[in-house]
């Protein structure tokens, strides 16, 4: 049984697909999402990848800020129930999963691979990838370099405005004073991590935490996360995928309860 | 008798000369505050402008975020304090003063010239002057041309996002749809009268309602906020100097009961 899953979030579409609700057999994502090209584009990359048209599915089902635009699929799901979904199959011992997304937060209690609570921050910019977008932009760097250059701090440095256009104007004056952009980026992350912390303890962190979403593969967002909470945070080169993997192996649920 | 009020605001500095705690008889503004040449700038103003010398002050009273750096003043109180005490002075009726200035917004409520409850945001852009600079920067446009702009729309454009970083992409893709600029503008307008709404009705709204700070110079935001509110919004020509006003004020009682 293959069974397909699309998260069309609001930054990026993601698609997977599963034999046998077990195997992830391709995966596609794109950097655009919901109200775009995105969808189509993801779909013309995972059929390339797997060899198979949309027609040879057993079932699709969609998730994410867009998924009810994507007409293909068979049904659709809140993204907070796959990304718990996705999260469990990775993660067999997942207790709070933390989603940085493009333009949200989300941290979900999660027991026995089922959401039992939730917090989530949809509607400022402080604490999600757009905050790392827009200091990246001011830093004139990539934000896919963002990890590599901090790792290469010496020097603490402390941005105390969580919000992002107050934390901006803080940067650009590190920059004047001639700060080291390493240190910055450093102060960077750890501002995240600490506004995404304060939504985290709303919820209750238990062991294990995994992030997921995008800015998980940032491993400085990563590290000072771990610092802030205390606890070890897990993550999987497929961060970005946990939303479509869930999608996919609820798919494949209905697709068996038939 | 003649005192002297300082505010040294976050973006901007503000001074009033009072003579017998009664009348004004000088006034300057320069547009940088705490931290800057703010504070030294608006004083050679003031004394241009009244050909006093700070020596011939009878006492001068600092108030405002950078109140502590000014070492001519004889002593300091809060910008709460003095906000109120300006806003009295000017409207004796009032009762509410919403006071939006360039990094924060305060709603107070006035009983008999006492301040008596506030409210106040300083951690978040939306809905502070910050919020119309970073709109007037991506429409390319003056601050202080957002008014007069905005009195040209003829259609209404909803803005949904309150945070400034979510609005301003809302304006980006709004412009490049081809909205009207105008349009765009009244949105804006009625978008941070919202957002600064929100903060009154937690304090309580009763008439008069008298708007200070530098947005209060835009009746566009002064309008939008009438119709949010439901009631008539009172506003002067020195609003930006309420709270000099009310330094200067004070130093006059301070003066007296020596
Ligand atoms: S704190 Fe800053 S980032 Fe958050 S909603 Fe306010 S303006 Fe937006």
């Known amino acids: 049984i ?23 057999i391709g995966k596609a994502l794109t950097d655009v999402g919901a109200g775009t090209s995105g969808p189509e584009r993801v779909v013309r ?25 994507f007409e293909q699929a068979q049904s659709q799901m809140s993204e907070l129930s796959c990304h718990a979904r996705g999260a469990y199959f990775l993660f067999p011992e997942v207790h709070t999963v933390i989603d940085i997304g493009g333009q949200d937060v989300k941290v979900l209690q999660i027991e026995n691979g089922a959401m039992i609570n939730f917090q989530m921050n949809d509607k400022c910019a402080a604490g999600t990838g757009r905050f790392l977008d827009v200091m990246a932009r001011v830093l004139e760097v990539k934000v896919s370099d963002l ?15 969580t919000c992002t256009v107050f934390a901006e104007s803080e940067v650009i004056s590190q920059l004047a004073q001639g700060t080291d952009k390493c240190d910055i980026i450093n102060g960077i992350h750890h501002s995240i991590s600490h506004r995404v912390a304060g939504l985290a303890h ?23 996360l771990e610092e802030e909470l205390g606890h070890k945070v897990y993550t999987s080169p497929i961060t970005q995928y946990v939303g479509a993997l869930g999608a996919a192996l609820f798919a494949y649920q209905k697709r068996v309860k038939k």
Chains 1, 2 share one sequence.
């Open 2 to 24: 293959i069974t397909m899953g699309i998260d069309v979030g609001s930054t990026a579409s993601k698609c997977i697909v599963l034999k046998d609700g077990k195997e992830i």
């Open 45 to 69: 990359s995972i059929v390339e990848t797997t060899g198979m048209q949309l027609e040879e599915m057993d079932y699709i089902l969609a998730t994410g800020y867009g998924r009810n635009s």
């Open 147 to 161: 990890a590599m250059l901090g790792s290469h701090s010496t020097k603490k440095i402390g941005i105390s405005s």
């Open 202 to 224: 709303r919820v209750g962190v238990r062991d294990q935490v995994v992030m997921t979403g995008g800015v998980a593969q940032n491993s400085g967002v990563v590290q000072a």
